[in-house]
Every structure is written in structure tokens, then in C-alpha cells.
């Protein structure tokens, strides 16, 4: 039986960096084939990074891919590594021709992976199943392809899918059982989401029996607008026992050694429908290596998954787009606490700058929480109060109640995004997934910014991930970063003397259970009343929901962490009257 080295590439792309993607994938495919390996694979769309969008409906971007592709072949040979298959997930077009394009009239590609050997591509295969829910439009934007393809090498047969292939019944694991692989090696962009793993997992340990092989999932990583990539690569003998399995969050190769059955091609036809592309013997010293132990990385416990995930969105928006720093507002309470200590963790102490704008109504511990958040955590910290500068306008327009409240959460966005111009920073806008589905923040005031940390974050779980990262910073001997006060105190706006927020909403773990209903189970009012809550308390919460939509439209986008995100998770009309 061959035993086959992988190296099982799980990269960061940059979308639309041709030359960084280019210059990571010749680097790792040299390193790899130095380390003995007989195929290197990276993710899906690895090459121009993932999703592209509408990108894929330009001529333009898909011929510079292809021209990027070829010449990735040639440097990969002068490097001395072209002797071993390379997988790299590309977009493949321009295609002319729209005969059978079941769907959209604007598909000119396919997702695809090219196989690269000798300086040049010597074989491709189109990705079937083209997801058409959540935050994907692949159906709008690709091509489907129809003809399964298995990689000869070393004696093994590779059956290659793309990530939606092997989340659908029938298609290309279907043919893939029939021709009996060695090996199912899958391509992935999988966004990450809380307890994903739990359906990844068994999702793959089923098909490894459907196809009788290993089977690997192999994953990008990365934060790209809205998504993370968590990576979390994985691989698994023919029986679902998990084999390895890289760390999440992280740039990774994974390099093992597996052992898999004897070829049934032996580099010949395997019938119709099924391309056999000969990639050779493998690694030109496989018989002389010295055995490479496969890896399997722990489990992250799943509020430092969300963490981790959370950091990397925030670091990777801030770095792919060119931003020397952020700034946003302390009020000291829990959900600038906590965006802040985000921050820190994503792009060092150093680049993150709050500013306290206390009014007349703010409490002497909202400024020295802010102030204790500021010197655990490191950042910079300035003063600008907003009292002077609230009154000429509320007296020049005779602003009083909700108006008022609502100015001094404008006057606080207006310093924000001077400070932004002036200095150059990204601002960040710390409102929480609850507040977000309620509208319970002041559109062009606290709302402001280019990014929300924790858009996706319900109010009950931003006060976990507090007392988790501070449990965390203990572990270590470190101080804290988030303060206790900012923890326990009741929430509070202090737009107006006393004001707390159960004034007008409901318990958070109670509208957190309604809103978690309505908006991910997507369930109506009488399911969620006949689940006990009481009916006025429902009306109300659903009205709030429904009436903030024009509100989230406008907002900042921010790292997707749940099934149900707000944006193109959640894509509901703005005018909507409700019988």
C-alpha cells in the first residue's frame, strides 16, 4: 500500500494580491517539497483570494488570474519543485461560450482548482455545487462544473472536490465512490460560525464511509470583510477517525504521511465523467524519507474560538486595508471594554486609541472605568468632553427628551470622525448584536465607523467573552484586561439622569432568547409566546426589530460569528408593513 506525503497548505489569502498570493503559495510549495512531500494542496480560491464576488464576472480580473496561474507553474519548476503536483483554487474563465449556463447570463467562470506540475497546468477541476444561501451567491456568479477528477500519483488515486460538492447529496462524491479513490482531498472556503466544527466533523466522517478512503478537509483562513476563515484543517481515515488536524485562526502546512490503498487507475480512464490526470511517482526520495508523524491539534474551547475568530476579523480588516490605527469611544462600560480589548489583542496596544467624551450625565465611574480599561490594557486615552459643545445646539434648536439624548450621541460620533480625518485612524463602532437588532443606538452618532467588533455579539455573550478573557489573562499571570466594574454594573447609555437600559428593554437574557427566535430560528410571534414569553413583551421586541432595519442597512460591517448574521445572512425589505 503507497504511503503518501501531503502537505496540506492552509493559507491566508489576500484578496485580489495577486503577487503576495502568488510569491506565499512558490514559497510553501518549495518548503514542502524540501520536507519530502509528493502533493501540496492549498484551499479554495486560494490565488486570488475568497469570495471574489462580482469579480468573477470581469474579463479583466479572471484573465489576470489565469496569467498569474501559469506563471505560479513556472516559478514553482524554477524553484526546483515542479516535479510534484500543486493544488491551487482559482476562478477559470473567461468562458465564451453560454451554452447550457443553466442560471445566470452573467457567469464567465467556474470555481475551480488547477493541478500544476512541470511549469505548467495539466489538469482542472470545476467545483459542482454552486451555494446559492447565507452569504454566498456562487449560483449568480460561477458556472457548474459536471466531470469528476481523480489525481494520479505515486501509486494513489486523489478525488478532488470543492467544499459545497461534499455538503450535497449525490453529484461528484457520488461518482467518486464509484471509481473507489485512495483519497478524497476537499477545498474549502468555510466562513467560520459558532460550533460549526460540531457539523463539519460528522459531515466528512460520512463521506469517508460513502467513499471507503481518507478523506481531507483542507481549509483557508483569514479574515475578508464580514468572514472569517477559521481554518481548522482536518483529515480522516476511511472509517471517520480522525487522523490530524491543524490549529485554527492560524497559517499552517500540515505535512503527513498517510497510508492509502493501491491505485485502481493505475493512471488510465476510469469511465465516463472522470478525468485521470497522471501526476507521476511523487517526491523524487520518497523511498529514502524519514516518516513524518501527523499532528493533531487541541480543540478550542468555543468562547476562545469566538475570541479568536473576533481578533482575526478585526486584524485582518484593519491590516488588508491599510490602517495604521484605531480609535473609538470609552464609555466604560462592557461593549467598549470589550472592543477595546479586541483591539489590543488584534493590532497591539500602541495602535489603539480610545477617547472618553463624558457629558453632564456621565458618573464619575463611567470616566475612572475607562481610565482603568485604558491603563490595563495599554492604549492611548484622551479626554474631549461634549458638554460644551452639546448645549449651543440643544438650545439653539430647542432639543429636549429623545432629541437631546440622540444629539449627544452625534456630538461624541462628529469628534470620533474629526479625530479619524485628522489623524488617520479606523473608527470603530462598539455596538453589540442585541442594541443592533432592536435599534437601540443613534444612526450617525454611537453607530459611526468603519468596522463593528462585535456586530454579531449578543449582549449576554459580550459579558461572557469579558469574564472569559480576563479568566484567560489569569491563567497566564497577566492582569485582566476588561474591569470588573465595566462587568457588573447594570448597562446604562447616561444619555439622561439614572438611566438604565431595562428602562425600556427587557432583561437581556430574556430578549436575547426572543431575538435568538425571531432572527436565527426565524420563527413567528405565536411559536415564540407558546415557548412562555409573555405576549406584549413579544410585540414589542418584534416591532423594534422590524422598525431597525433601515438602521442596520446603514451600519458598519463587522466579523460573522453566528448562523444569522445581520447583512447578507438576514436580507429583509426596509419598507414592510406588518398586518
Known sequence: ?????????????????????????????????????DLVAFGEMVLTGYPI????????????????????????????????????????????EHENSAHSPSAIAHNSVAVLQDGRVIGIYNKHHLPNYSVFDEYRIFRPGHDAVVVHVAGADIALAICEDIWREGGPVAAIAEVKPSLLLVMNGSPFEREKDEVRLPLVQRRAEQVNAPVVYLNIVGGQDDLVFDGGSFVTNSSGKLLARAHQFVEQTLVMDIELKESSSHGAQLGPGVAVIDAGDGHPQRLSRTPVHAEIAPQLEINEQIWDALVLGMRDYVEKNGFSSVILGLSGGIDSAVSAALAVDAIGPERVFGVSMPSRYSSDHSRSDADDLAERLGIHIRTEPIADLVLPVEQQLHLEGISAENLQARIRGIILMGLSNAEGHLVLTTGNKTEIAVGYSTIYGDSVGGFAPIRDVPKTLVWELAQWRNAHARKKGLTPPIPENSITKPPSAELRPGQVDQDTLPDYDVLDAILDAYITERVGRDVIIARGFEPNMVDRVITLVDRAEWKRRQGAIGPKISQMAFGRDRRLPVTFTRN
Open 1 to 37: 500500500m503507497p504511503i503518501l506525503r501531503l502537505a496540506l497548505a492552509q493559507t491566508n489569502p489576500r484578496l485580489g494580491d495577486f503577487s503576495h498570493n502568488s510569491l506565499h503559495i512558490v514559497n510553501t510549495v518549495r518548503q514542502a517539497y524540501n520536507q519530502g512531500a
Open 53 to 96: 464576488e462580482d469579480l468573477a464576472t470581469r474579463p479583466d480580473f479572471l484573465k489576470e488570474s489565469w496569467a498569474v496561474l501559469q506563471r505560479v507553474a513556472n516559478n514553482i519548476a524554477d524553484a526546483g519543485a515542479g516535479s510534484i503536483p500543486v493544488l491551487v483554487g482559482f476562478p477559470h474563465g473567461p468562458i465564451d
